[in-house]
């Protein structure tokens, strides 16, 4: 499900500046369309559809009423890094295992910046890997090591559930 950021009134979809309220739902942003409560700001299209991804309130809103965007966080594993990459190998696309076939195919995480040159353990910097293609890269950037990296990794909170398959959150078209 695709999550719609709401601002206040002033939003500046250019710089992306303004005060955001909260974040809804898809079919209740067209609920605030439909009752004039708000303004779509910026559309993308998912399956074929055109919808919103930021709505501006057509009057301002003031007071203690704003709460946080509510991002849901996602629990932080190796494990976690292999399903968010749907376990293939980020730089060959090869299906890797926990208890593969083959030593090469097992399941690793890798650093696509080194830890060894201040790379952090974070989802943007973590990819799953194949053993042989991990060794492969070593302790070299995946440009150094020519190699390709196959996939962006992203934060899963930042992300929405179709199909039961973790997808990112679509790049948004401004309007």
Same mark, same amino acid.
């Given at each position: 499900m695709a999550l =719609?950021?709401?601002?206040?009134?002033?939003?500046? *979809? !250019?710089?992306r500046i303004g005060?955001?309220?909260h974040t809804t739902t898809v079919r209740h942003a067209f609920g605030m369309i439909r009752r004039e409560?708000? +303004? *779509?700001?910026?559309?993308?299209?998912?399956? +074929?559809r055109? =919808? *919103?991804t930021a709505l501006e309130l057509t009057r301002e809103l003031s007071g203690a009423w704003v709460e946080g965007a509510g991002r849901r966080s996602v629990g932080f594993s190796y494990?976690?890094?292999h399903e968010r990459d749907h376990w293939s190998c980020a730089y060959c696309g090869r299906s890797v295992s926990r208890t593969p076939a083959c030593e090469a195919l097992l399941a690793t995480v890798d650093h696509i910046l080194p830890v060894s040159r201040g790379g952090p353990s974070t989802w943007t910097n973590l990819v799953c890997a194949c053993k042989e293609c991990n060794n492969r890269k070593a302790d070299r950037t995946p !440009?150094?090591?020519?190699?390709?990296?196959r996939?962006? *990794?992203?934060d899963p909170a930042l992300a929405y559930?179709?199909?039961g398959f973790v997808e990112r959150l679509p790049v948004l078209v401004t309007a």
């Open positions: =719609v950021k709401v601002y206040n009134r002033g939003y500046d *979809p !250019e710089t005060e955001l309220l409560v708000a +303004d *779509p700001v910026e559309l993308t299209l998912i399956e +074929d055109i =919808v *919103p494990r976690a890094v !440009e150094e090591a020519g190699m390709l990296l996939v962006e *990794p992203y559930r179709v199909g």
